[in-house]
């Protein structure tokens, strides 16, 4: 059982910048897939970006060029660092690790406002 617990998320004005935060237990953090998904009231959650255990990554078209996955292994931490929000990233934002099985964290609100 893998438990998640993000940080980071608020309300920030358009064109601003937020770090997301998700810290990971486990003593083999360095083996999961880690990821960013996030959902608006209604819909399907959607990924944002996901980085692998080597340290590959991948981004959702919409958000490459203003958003950076990363991971610190020694914290067991993985990282989204969001800048040049937009009001469409308004949505809650989830982290997952997948190792054999998925697990979610809780959910951190990010809300853009213009």
């Known amino acids: 059982q893998v438990q998640l617990v993000e940080s980071g998320g608020g309300l920030v004005q358009a064109g601003g910048s937020l770090r997301l935060s998700c810290a990971a237990s486990?003593?083999?953090?360095?083996?999961?897939?880690m990821g960013w998904y996030r959902q608006l009231p209604g819909k399907q959650r959607e990924l944002v970006a996901v980085?692998?255990?080597?340290?590959?990554?991948n981004y959702a078209d919409s958000v490459k060029g203003r958003f950076t996955i990363s991971r610190d292994n020694a914290r067991n931490t993985v990282y989204l660092q969001m800048n040049s929000l937009k009001p469409e990233d308004t949505a809650v934002y989830y982290c997952?690790?997948?190792?054999?099985?998925?697990?979610w964290g809780q959910g951190t609100q990010v809300t853009v406002f213009s």
């Open positions: 486990g003593s083999i953090f360095s083996l999961y897939t």
């Open positions: 980085i692998g255990s080597g340290g590959n990554t």
């Open positions: 997952i690790a997948k190792f054999l099985s998925d697990y």
